[in-house]
């Protein structure tokens, strides 16, 4: 089974499509889809459809729902008919992809590929290269990762408290990734070409730090210093204003450089080395 979250929802059996188009069962698919290989208590279902106080009618309908998928799932078997032997020459039924178990239910992936296994692999070994100082490759490997994303997390399934838990974790995840991605493309002196994807960066988070330094490092180091410092400027007044906090003593320690360094040509490596940004989160 091949899944797909980063985006839009999309959940293939045989590379046929066993994503439904109604609401409530995509949600039950995209809980289910996310904890692959695991079990799903039907408490857990509940409350992600219908909150605290689930209706009375809503055991019935939750195994209405599984219904629905199985459905999906025994078409999408039959027309992947040649291959869907499980290597022992027996068929499997919707029921051995979509279990019932004790106290739930488990989608089994069969280790189909996943989106998000791949993308934490790819952003794992970026961090480690990262690590290691090496750019290059730190850089290439969390591009790869990040082209995962086609769009914010479950773009098209309404969600509930838990699957709203997870959207937020892996927005998380590719913040971060972002963050680190930048990082790379600064150390490799890619300054200029990082402007315009920084610009818009910083108007969409407009409270986060690691973003901002780097884009006031991107601005320094292309001989706009007096950008930079209005950058900084316009973080302080928005973290004050909403939050009632100070910017960090990492990004004011970078200002402070800014704000004290000589001529704009002055070299940038020297700036980073004195006031590096540490990433937030």
Known sequence: MDIDVLGTLAVREKGVSITPTAPKPRQVLAL???????????GMLTEELWGAEPPRSARPTLQTYIL????????????GAGDAADGTGDRRSAKDVLLTVPGGYLLKSAQGTSDVREFERLAGTGYRAMDAEDYPQAARLLREALTLWTGPALADVHTGTHLQTQVKRLEESRLCALD??????????????????????????????????QYMLALYRSGRRGEALDAYQRLRATLVRTLGLEPSSALGKLQRSI?????ETAPAVRLAQTAPVTPVG
């Open 32 to 42: 289910l889809a996310l904890h692959a290989d695991q079990v799903v208590p039907v």
């Open 68 to 79: 629905q998928l199985r459905e999906l799932i025994t078409v999408a078997l039959e027309d």
């Open 180 to 213: 680190q991605r930048i990082e790379a493309d600064l150390r490799l002196g890619r300054h200029r070409e990082l402007l315009a994807e920084l610009t818009v960066l910083v108007s969409r988070y407009p409270t986060h730090e690691s973003l901002c330094g």
């Open 259 to 263: 704000l004290m360094s000589g001529p």
